[in-house]
């Protein structure tokens, strides 16, 4: 994995340098000697603490996040239901789209630290299958070869601090380090077909991915570095997610998360930018049996998201964005926000839903 992540800091090194080289083609924008309040000051709006303030400033902050998934995947390689199937699943999930609203609030108290909070309440809808071969009980228990499972609710809330350590001329560095606190659910529960159930039959507990928190506390590191030019800048960030605690209070543990995430960015005038980069995500299986999720159905297994080895796996993500930044005005200090993440690459551990699009849209205020 070693060798893999060098390429892909290679790779992410390479497409931010060819960004770069081609944003004096599109230059216009009038030369900002301090750096700041300019549309590429900010990353690509979907990545997180990438900028801090100075003494006494307050950033409010929202973002729309929707993530797209649709269509199983092992490994590399895209399988069908009857794929999933045929390795003794009695359920597979089909599709998924998760909606989260997320509202951030920033406070400098001195130039170098830059404390952050983040909440969220996130809605999640995943269409399943069931095995053909599975006995008819299962389907009349809901109606049919198919169902959704469905929940919302407030997520993990996300408090901590960055610091820039370091500042000299057009380059900037900080660490940043947060606590996610377990305040999501984890006792989602919706309908799934169970033999013999009638059609009022209870709601059971939800896999993990249909869950609103991870029900541990997390730490959430990173690393940032930026470099702005006349009417560009780069930046670069590694970030991860490491669980606290070995279990939750439903007897599992997501896996760690280790991301990094370059980005170019270009000014096409005072207030709006483009950019554009490349996001490497690992993450870690899901350990421990989840409580009351069960594995065992009438073909063998019972659901995909019912196994820890289903879990985790790594991807490389192209993201490309705009920033539009109202440098006077009534709207002075105001940012609205966009990006795209397209998948390039993902190697999935087990069987799971791959994702096709995150769309993140986002409005920021600065005062
Ligand atoms: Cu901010």
């Known amino acids: 994995m070693n060798t893999f992540i060098k390429h892909t800091f290679l790779l992410s090194t390479l497409t931010a340098a060819s960004v770069a080289h081609a944003a004096p083609a599109f230059s216009c924008c009038p030369s900002d000697d301090s750096y700041v309040g300019r549309p590429d000051d900010h990353a690509p709006i979907s990545v997180m603490g990438d900028h801090t303030h100075a003494k006494g400033g307050w950033m409010t902050s929202y ?7 649709d269509g199983m995947r ?24 998760m909606d989260m609203h997320m ?9 170098k630290l830059t404390l952050v909070a983040m909440g969220n309440y996130t809605e999640t809808e995943m269409d399943h299958r069931i095995n053909p071969a599975a006995p008819a009980p299962l389907f009349a228990a809901v109606g049919g070869d198919t169902f959704t499972t469905q929940t919302s609710g407030i997520g993990d809330l996300k408090l901590g601090g960055l610091y820039r ?19 999501g659910s984890i006792d989602e529960k919706d ?3 169970l033999p013999g159930m009638p059609p009022s039959f209870p709601k059971q507990q939800l896999p993990a991915p249909m869950q ?16 702005q030019f006349e009417n ?22 997501l896996g760690n998360v280790f991301g990094a995430t370059t980005w170019a960015g270009c000014n096409l005038s005072e207030w ?26 009438p073909n063998g297994k019972s659901v995909t998201s019912a196994f820890g080895d289903n879990y985790g796996g790594e991807r490389l993500d192209a993201i490309v964005g705009i920033n539009l930044h109202m440098p006077s005005g009534v709207l002075k200090g105001q940012r609205l926000s966009a990006d795209i993440r397209l998948p390039l690459w993902q190697d999935l551990n087990g069987y799971q839903l791959e994702t096709d699009t995150v769309l993140t849209i986002g409005w920021q205020m600065a005062f």
């Not at 509202?103 to 130039?111: C, E, K, V």
């Not at 500042?167 to 305040?183: D, F, I, Q, V």
């Not at 800048?233 to 599992?252: F, K, P, T």
């Open 63 to 69: 973002r729309y996040m929707q993530m797209d998934m």
């Open 272 to 297: 709006i930018g483009l950019n554009a980069g490349l996001n490497y995500r690992y993450s870690g299986k899901l350990k421990g049996n989840q409580d009351s999720v069960g594995t065992t159905g």
């Open 103 to 111: 509202l951030g609030l920033m406070y400098a108290p001195t130039d």
């Open 74 to 97: 092992h490994g590399t390689d895209r399988v069908s239901s009857s794929d999933v199937f045929a390795e003794g699943y009695t359920v597979t999930p089909e599709s998924m789209t």
């Open 165 to 183: 350590f370091y500042l000299e001329g057009n380059k900037k560095a900080h660490a940043g380090l947060s606590l996610s606190l377990p305040t």
């Open 232 to 253: 560009w800048s780069y930046g670069a960030q590694a970030n991860a997610v490491i669980r606290l605690e070995s279990e939750n209070d439903n007897g599992y543990r």
């Open 212 to 227: 609103l928190g991870s029900g541990t506390y997390d730490l959430l590191p990173s690393l940032t570095y930026v470099q």
């Open 191 to 193: 309908k799934t077909p």
